[in-house]
C-alpha cells in the first residue's frame, strides 16, 4: 500500500500523517496494557488502550487468534478496556469520532491459556555463538498435551522487529537476538504459553585492541591517564563496552576508560571487548600498565657555561626514560633574586640564551598538567667587551681596581691603557699588560651585613712587566 507523507491540523496540535487508504494515520502510538498475560482457568484477562491525545476517540481491538493467521477486529468492542477469555495476539488503536484520522496501531501483547499447569521453558545449550558455529535451543514443556511449536526472533534491540525462525521443539540457530518460543494446542488452534525471552549473542571476528592515548613508555603515580579500546572494522555499529580491570568495581561501558590521578594500585592487566545489539566481540589482548611511584625530576645541561661576546648558549631539559613533555624555563640573576619564566610549555627541548644567570627547567604533560620535581641550577656567565681602562699611577705607584662582586655576569679579558704617544707608551704606562690574565668574578656568596671585597691583580707587576707596542 502506497504511503504518502502529510500534515493534519488538529483542535490541539499538528501532527504527522500517514495515509492509509482511505483513513490517515496520526503521528501518536497507542500503548496496551494488560492486568494479567495468562488467562485463569474459568477467568479473564482485563487489556486498557491508553492514548495520549485529547480528541473524543473510538478503540478498535485486532486480534491474533492462531499461528500464523491474520489479525481480525474483535466484534462488537469499541471501548477503552476490553475483557477478554479468549488467547490470542492483541493489539489495539484508536480513531477520532466522525472522521477518517486513525491512532497508530499498538505494540503486541500475547494473552496464553493455562493450558492445565503447562509451563515452556527455553533452554540454551549456551548463550554465545562461536564465530563459524551454532546454539542449540529447546523448547521445554511439562506435562504438555499434543503441541505444535513457533519460534520467534527479534533482530534488533532498537527497533521491535521480529521474525519466525522454526517450528520444531528443537532448533539450531547462527545468528545472535533475543528468542522465544511458544505453544499452540493443535486441537483448537489456540496458543497456550510462551517461554521468557532468552538473549543469544553472536560471537564476531572483529579483533580488539587496549591502547594508551598517548602512546607513554612510563607512567607515574599522580598522573591523568586514558586507556581506549578500539574494534577494527566497527564502524557503523554502536558497541557498548566491557572492560576488565584491577583495583575497581565499577569499569566504564565506554570506549574510554579515564584514571585520574593513577597509582601503583592500578598496574595490572586490561583488556576489554564490545557488544552491539547481539554482536558481541572476544577479548582483547591484556594490555600491561606500570605506574612507577616516584615523581621524574628534569634535567638541565648547559653546552657552555659561558656566553662569548655576542653570542649565545644552548640549554637542553630532558626527563630520563620518558616522552611527551613539553618544558617551561626559568631564570633569576642570583641566588637571592626572584625567578622569571622566560618559556612556557614549549615542545622543544633546547633553548638559545645570550644573558647570563642562573637558570632551571620543570616538564609537564597530560591533561590535567602533570609537572616534574624542578631541574638543579645550571649557572652561565657572559663574556663582556674588553674593558678598556686608564691605569693611573700615583706616587706611591698604588693601582686600584673596581671590586667585582658575586652574583656578576661578565667575564672580563684584558686590561689596557687608553692613551698612546706616537714614540709608543711612556715610562711606566702598561698597554695590553697580559693577554692571558683573566679579572674574573669572586666566586663566593657574601651574607648580608658583611663588607665588600674587592678584586685585587696580584699578577700585574709593574717594575717588571714590558711594554708592548699596540
Not at 385 to 412: H, I, K
Request: aromatic letters at 6%; a negative charge; glycine letters at 8%.
Amino acid at each position: 500500500m502506497e504511503e504518502v507523507e502529510n500534515r493534519a491540523n488538529t483542535s490541539n496540535s499538528v501532527l504527522s500523517t500517514v495515509n492509509h487508504g482511505n483513513c490517515v494515520e496520526l503521528g501518536v502510538e497507542a500503548t496496551l496494557t494488560a492486568d494479567r498475560l495468562t488467562i485463569p482457568a474459568g477467568g479473564s484477562v482485563t487489556l486498557t488502550c491508553h492514548v495520549k491525545y485529547s480528541a473524543d476517540l473510538k478503540y478498535e481491538w485486532l486480534r491474533e487468534p492462531s499461528e500464523n493467521s491474520e489479525k481480525t477486529t474483535v466484534a462488537g468492542e469499541s471501548n477503552r478496556v476490553l475483557v477478554t477469555s479468549e488467547a490470542g495476539v492483541y493489539t489495539c488503536r484508536g480513531r477520532i469520532k466522525g472522521t477518517n484520522l486513525l491512532i497508530k496501531e499498538s505494540d503486541s501483547v500475547i494473552i496464553s491459556e493455562t493450558g492445565h499447569g503447562e509451563n515452556i521453558t527455553l533452554i540454551a545449550d549456551r548463550t554465545t555463538i562461536p564465530a563459524g558455529g551454532s546454539v542449540t535451543l529447546t523448547c521445554d514443556v511439562k506435562h504438555s498435551a499434543d503441541l505444535k511449536y513457533e519460534w520467534v526472533r527479534q533482530t534488533s534491540s532498537a527497533v521491535k522487529s521480529t521474525e519466525a525462525v522454526g517450528s520444531d521443539k528443537v532448533i539450531r540457530i547462527s545468528k545472535g537476538g533475543k528468542y522465544q518460543c511458544r505453544g499452540w494446542r493443535t486441537d483448537i488452534t489456540s496458543l497456550i504459553a510462551q517461554s521468557d525471552p532468552v538473549i543469544i549473542q553472536e560471537i564476531v571476528s572483529n579483533r580488539v585492541n587496549v591502547t594508551l592515548q598517548h602512546s607513554w613508555s612510563q607512567i607515574f603515580t599522580g598522573e591523568t591517564i586514558t586507556l581506549r579500546c578500539e574494534i577494527q572494522g566497527g564502524e557503523g555499529k554502536v558497541w557498548k563496552y566491557e572492560w576488565t580491570a584491577p583495583n575497581t568495581n565499577s569499569p566504564p561501558t565506554s570506549s574510554e576508560y579515564r584514571i585520574s590521578r593513577v597509582s601503583v594500585s592500578h598496574s595490572g592487566d586490561y583488556r576489554c571487548r564490545g557488544s552491539s545489539d547481539y554482536l558481541l566481540t572476544g577479548w582483547s589482548d591484556a594490555f600491561r600498565l606500570t605506574v612507577s611511584s616516584s615523581k621524574p625530576r628534569a634535567t638541565l645541561t648547559a653546552h657552555s657555561s659561558i656566553i662569548p661576546a655576542g653570542g649565545s648558549v644552548t640549554l637542553s631539559c630532558s626527563v630520563e626514560g620518558s616522552a611527551g613533555w613539553k618544558f617551561d624555563w626559568f631564570r633569576r640573576d642570583s641566588q637571592f633574586s626572584g625567578a622569571q619564566k622566560i618559556g612556557a610549555g614549549t615542545s622543544e627541548q633546547t633553548i638559545s640564551i645570550s644573558e647570563g644567570g642562573i637558570y632551571y627547567c620543570r616538564g609537564g604533560r597530560g591533561d590535567p598538567v602533570f609537572s616534574t620535581e624542578d631541574s638543579s641550577d645550571v649557572t652561565v656567565k657572559e663574556t663582556c667587551p674588553a674593558n678598556e681602562q686608564t691605569l693611573n699611577q700615583d706616587e706611591d705607584q698604588q693601582q686600584e681596581y673596581s671590586s667585582l662582586f658575586d652574583g656578576d655576569r661578565c667575564v672580563y679579558e684584558t686590561v689596557r691603557r687608553c692613551e698612546n704617544t706616537e714614540n709608543g707608551p711612556a715610562e711606566g704606562d702598561y698597554a695590553n699588560v697580559t693577554s692571558v690574565i683573566q679579572l674574573k668574578v669572586i666566586n663566593k656568596t657574601r651574607q648580608r651585613g658583611d663588607p665588600e671585597e674587592s678584586s685585587d691583580y696580584n699578577d700585574v707587576n709593574p717594575n717588571s712587566a714590558t711594554a708592548l707596542r699596540s
